[in-house]
């Protein structure tokens, strides 16, 4: 099936069936994101991307795959969108997003990589700004969580490409600091046919660091 506003570009998105995760939490974002620009990561198709611009946010999306940005560029021309790898610096400044979105992309990495690159996106946010994102869950067997050489824990080669999957104890430590959880939820998307579990997670930066923390 072919994703909405999709064009006919050379692309096979035969694989994808609609997923509107995001459409419940677009009032939340609108009213906390107001005109700051809205940074997402790995954009895909630009499933996301066309969600978040078709309602005005200003949206920067990169991914790391020619072929995907051609395919948002051409169906969201709204969104500013880059060909540029997620490991570099992002194409929005520091402080500055007032939302950022990931979804099923930040789970390429080690552990250590992966703690900082959620901090990356933290400093990215403004104060109080808003953090969507969902990552593999240790439960999505369909989509490698087992059966596969393990390089760290959770962290496996699935047909020949590094992929982590999360658990709450390794979420409970990404967010534990420097972040307000808004919601935290366990669930299974159809988007890639085969049912896949992952954690759908909504967090605020918060600044004011606990009497703890500072010491
Ligand atoms: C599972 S897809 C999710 C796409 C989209 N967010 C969605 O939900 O439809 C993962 C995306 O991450 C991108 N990606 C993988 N490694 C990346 C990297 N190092 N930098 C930027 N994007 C990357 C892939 O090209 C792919 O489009």
Not at 24 to 39: F, G, H, K, Q, Y
Not at 158 to 185: L, Y
Request: hydrophobic share 45%.
């Amino acid at each position: 099936m072919k994703p909405r506003g999709v064009p006919d570009v050379a692309v096979d998105h035969t694989m994808f069936l609609p997923d509107p995760w995001l459409d419940r939490w677009l009032p939340l974002i609108r009213e906390s994101n107001a005109d700051a620009p809205v940074l997402e990561i790995g954009c895909g198709l630009g499933d996301d991307t066309l969600t978040l611009a078709a309602v005005g946010l200003p949206v920067t999306a990169f991914d790391l795959s020619a072929t995907s940005v051609a395919a948002t560029r051409l169906r969201v021309p709204a969104a500013h969108v880059e060909c540029r790898d997620l490991r570099a610096p992002f194409p929005v400044a520091e402080a500055t997003a007032g939302t950022v979105v990931a979804s099923l992309t930040l789970h390429y990495f080690a552990w250590a990589e992966t703690v900082e690159l959620f901090d990356r996106v933290r400093r990215t946010l403004r104060p109080n700004g808003l953090f969507l994102c969902r990552l593999n869950s240790t439960a999505d067997s369909n989509f490698g969580a087992s059966g596969h050489p393990r390089i760290e824990a959770n962290y496996h080669l699935v047909d020949g490409q590094p992929k982590r999957f999360f658990d709450e104890a390794s979420i409970d430590q990404i967010f534990s600091r420097g972040w307000t959880v808004v919601s935290r939820e366990h669930m299974v998307t159809t988007k890639y046919v085969k049912p896949k579990a992952l954690w759908e997670i909504v967090a605020r930066r918060r600044d004011e660091l606990d009497a703890a923390d500072q010491r």
